[in-house]
Every structure is written in structure tokens, then in C-alpha cells.
């Protein structure tokens, strides 16, 4: 279920609320709109039944500037979710929405900004509340570059670029915003390489240049992205790839 407000996309939230209670589900969500409301600002809000579900997104939920999980899910509880989605992205703001606090120190793993207890009295104002620190957080320091591309200038949160690909003296950027998006740029991969030294990218490819991390797996002389994209590996450069890759997944 989505509630959608847009008059444009400078600043809007993006929201996901993932609870298998409906009730609670729907009381989050009127809340939500009531202070996206009185604070004018744009929203998107989107609903899921379980934790399960929304994994089930993959890259795609790196979409979302914020994320109410519920810790007591059937499949995949709300800790689980959350550990899930920190392999995916670190920008997603969690919040715990929970009938028990005793799990609070297991937040401190995910970067959970609050826990908050269904049966407080007090339960819209603490989402008020929490909605408040948020938005007071949103400028906080996300590993982005400004990139002059063609389609124009734009500043890219580099954990949302899935990877670069160099085509006929053009590198194409694969980004994801509420969908993936395409931006190209005149430029040579080998520069490029050096800028994003230290960020996690990877060259698997004279052609490709791809953040590790949203590579699924490597195998078979191919990186598998967790957007179910497949990208060829030469077999001159497959042993370093590989092992490139499972010394960062070991690292994380």
C-alpha cells in the first residue's frame, strides 16, 4: 500500500513502514501524514506486511529515507531486517517500532535513531519527535560527488551508483533513485577509477568500474548485482576480482 504527495521531488520523504499488524500499520501511517502535513513537506509512504517483503526489494530499497520496522515479525524479525538492510544501504534511517525495549543494545549494531513503544500513551508525539531528529539529521555527511553529466549537474550519494560503464568515449552511470536511473558523462573510466579510489569500486572490466557494494556474488567469470544484473568478468582479471571481493565482504 503507497500514499503518495508530490509537487515535485526536491524534498520529499521517502518512507517505509514494515509491520505485519495492519492496525498498526495504518496508525503509523496517519501520523506520518498528519506531520508531513503540518511541516509541508512532500512524502511518499509505502506499506509491507513483513520484513520479508521488503528485503525482497533488494537494491531498490535503498529508495527510502526512512524505515519503521516492527521487531517482533514472524520469517524475519525486525533485528534481522534491519541487518539486511545496512548490506544494502547505511543512509536508510531505522527506526524500531516495538512492544518490548529489551532488544535496544542489538539497535546500536544497526544505527537504529530510536526505538519507540507501540502502547506508549505518547506514541504520535514520539514519532513527531523522531520525525524531528531526522529531519534535523538528513544533512548528515553521506560520501557524495558532484558529477557534470550531460542530462545535467548532479551531486550523487555514491553508495546509491551501482556501477559505471565506459562505451564509445561516454561513461554511463547506473544510479539509484526511486528507480535505476541512467546519466552519461564524457570522460575515461581509468580517471574515474582513481576519483573513486577508496570507495569501494571495483574495475572488473575495462568496461566496468562497480560498487562492490551491490555485487550479490562472483562466479563463473561474472559479478551477479543484487538488482539480479549480470556483468562479465575477463578471465585475466577473475582471480583478483574474486578475491578483491571476499576480503570486502569479509571486512563488512
Not at 83 to 90: C, D, E, G
Not at 97 to 102: E, L, P, R, S
Amino acid at each position: 500500500m503507497s500514499n503518495l504527495c508530490v509537487e515535485g521531488d526536491e524534498h520529499m520523504f521517502r518512507i517505509a513502514i514494515c509491520d505485519d499488524e495492519r492496525q498498526f500499520r495504518k496508525r503509523i501511517h496517519d501520523i506520518l501524514i498528519e506531520y508531513m502535513n503540518e511541516n509541508d513537506i512532500l512524502y511518499e509512504i509505502d506499506e509491507f506486511e513483513s520484513g520479508k517483503d521488503f528485503i525482497s526489494l533488494g537494491i531498490n530499497l535503498a529508495k527510502y529515507d526512512i524505515v519503521f520496522l516492527d521487531v517482533n515479525m514472524d520469517e524475519l524479525d525486525g533485528m534481522e531486517t534491519a541487518q539486511k538492510i545496512r548490506k544494502v544501504s547505511n543512509d536508510v534511517f531505522i527506526v524500531f517500532v516495538t512492544a518490548f525495549i529489551t532488544c535496544a543494545p542489538q539497535g546500536y549494531s544497526v544505527g537504529a535513531i530510536r526505538y519507540i513503544l507501540k502502547n506508549n500513551v505518547n506514541f504520535p508525539e514520539l514519532i513527531f519527535e523522531c520525525m524531528d531528529a531526522i529531519s534535523l539529521n538528513m544533512n548528515y555527511v553521506a560520501q557524495k560527488k558532484k558529477f557534470n553529466f550531460n542530462e545535467g549537474t548532479k551531486i550523487v550519494a555514491l553508495e546509491r551508483l551501482l556501477y559505471i560503464e565506459s562505451r564509445l568515449h561516454k561513461l554511463e552511470f547506473y544510479i539509484m533513485e526511486d528507480k535505476l536511473k541512467k546519466y552519461s558523462i564524457y570522460g575515461k573510466l581509468d580517471e574515474l577509477e582513481k576519483e573513486l579510489q577508496g570507495n569501494d569500486f571495483i574495475r572488473i572490466h575495462q568496461s566496468y568500474l562497480v560498487n562492490m557494494k551491490h555485487i550479490e556474488k562472483v562466479s563463473r567469470y561474472e559479478a551477479l548485482l543484487n538488482n539480479g544484473i549480470k556483468l562479465e568478468i575477463p578471465k585475466a582479471r577473475y582471480k583478483f576480482v574474486e578475491e578483491t571481493f571476499v576480503s570486502y565482504k569479509g571486512e563488512i
